[in-house]
């Protein structure tokens, strides 16, 4: 009967079951679709969960936030896993350390690059200024670029889709950016990477091998940190700098 | 795994705590994860639980990030009117960074890997 039917979708779009439900099947088809592509970048989990939801929300009309109430739950577990990160970062301490000077030196190069690369050809062509102010910060991981975006003046929800897509591109192309360079050494790769590309490219690089995805973690917690600390100075600053 | 779990939230807490309390812009669980490193170091490594916990945890880090991204849909109508700057910024910053830490990080390891080599008699 119809009537039952839409009583049990009314029951359904107000509980968290189906948001949950939905998010875990939709990455179940993406793996699903990663692994049968012989884990090819391009077949990014994420990409995929990402199109297959968001497909889904505009066709059946639903609010995000409806969905996001079901959802919050894999969300919330971003926190753990960050913690969790210090224990592949413990396994590589030994290398980690023996190259402290140079990845010291290569996050701030890397970190500034992404930075202001970002904002500066978005200024090129014209995006607004909160959507440069959202830009600047999408290398580094979502709550950090969140904040940062905030204290910029840029529009924080709109800073975790920039730095999703961010996080998507690094880990779908970055194996051919650092190939046409011949870089080889999975300590390099994996930094770049976690650099770039934080969580998502972390994730890729754990995929690849274990010391690709501990040097991934260092750099993406690196450079949350120091992009915390300079942005927010260096941003203004900037602005300055090109106003007149 | 539910007391590994436990172990995680708890460094979690602690670390949005400090986070909190000396308002510091750095998120909580970047510190939690900087105070386990440091309890790890002490204590000569993970148990197995922890292990095994955070290496399924971390197995699926990619699923974490699906909520957040299906964000997207909210923003239909400035990606409308910004998609050329944004998507430019976006994929050609990405491969910058890639490229600029990579190259980096590569000529100064390189460096140091070839000093002992080119020394005399060895």
Do not use: C
Not at chain 1, 55 to 80: E, N, R, S
Not at chain 1, 205 to 210: G, H, L, T, W, Y
Not at chain 2, 103 to 113: M, V, Y
Request: aromatic share 8%.
């Amino acid at each position: 009967m119809t009537p039952n039917l839409e009583e049990i979708w009314v029951y359904l779009s107000t509980t968290p079951l189906l948001g949950l439900t939905l998010t875990l099947l939709a990455y179940q088809a993406a793996f699903w679709l990663y692994k049968r592509a012989g884990f090819h970048p391009i077949a990014n989990p994420v990409l995929i969960s990402v199109a297959i939801l968001a497909t889904l929300l505009l066709v059946t009309g639903t609010p995000y936030q409806t969905y996001f109430d079901g959802a919050q739950f894999v969300h919330f577990l971003l926190g753990p896993a960050t913690v969790a990160l210090a224990i592949p970062l413990h396994a590589q301490w030994p290398r980690l350390k023996a190259m402290a000077g140079p990845l010291l030196l290569a996050l701030v190069a890397g970190s500034l690059t992404a930075a202001l690369s970002a904002w500066g050809i978005g200024a090129l062509l014209g995006a607004s200024r909160e959507s440069l102010m959202s830009l600047a910060p999408k290398s580094v991981t979502t709550p950090i670029a969140m904040g940062v975006a905030e204290r910029l003046g840029g529009l924080p929800s709109l800073t975790a889709v920039l730095v999703i897509s961010a996080g998507i591109i690094g880990a779908v192309a970055g194996r051919t950016v650092l190939n046409r360079l011949r870089i080889d050494d999975h300590a390099v790769r994996g930094f770049s990477i976690g650099l770039a590309s934080h969580g998502i490219g972390t994730a890729r690089a754990f995929q690849v091998s274990e010391q690709a995805g501990a040097f991934a973690a260092l750099a993406m917690g690196l450079n949350g940190l120091l992009t915390a600390l300079s942005l927010p100075w260096i941003m203004p600053w900037v602005e300055r700098l090109f106003a007149g | 795994m539910i007391a590994a779990l436990t172990l995680l939230l708890v460094f979690q807490l602690v670390g949005e705590v400090i986070a909190r309390g000396l308002a510091l812009p750095v998120p909580g669980p970047v510190i939690g994860m900087a105070l386990l490193f440091l309890a790890l170091m002490l204590r000569g490594g993970p148990g197995e639980d922890l292990r095994q916990t955070a290496g399924s945890l971390l197995q699926h880090l990619s699923l974490l990030f699906v909520p957040a991204g299906t964000g997207i849909v909210l923003y239909g109508d400035r990606i409308a009117a910004e998609w050329l700057p944004l998507l430019v910024a976006l994929f050609l910053s990405t491969f910058l960074a890639i490229a600029v830490t990579a190259l980096a990080l590569a000529a100064l390891t390189r460096r140091r890997r070839n000093t002992p080599t080119e020394e005399p008699g060895r």
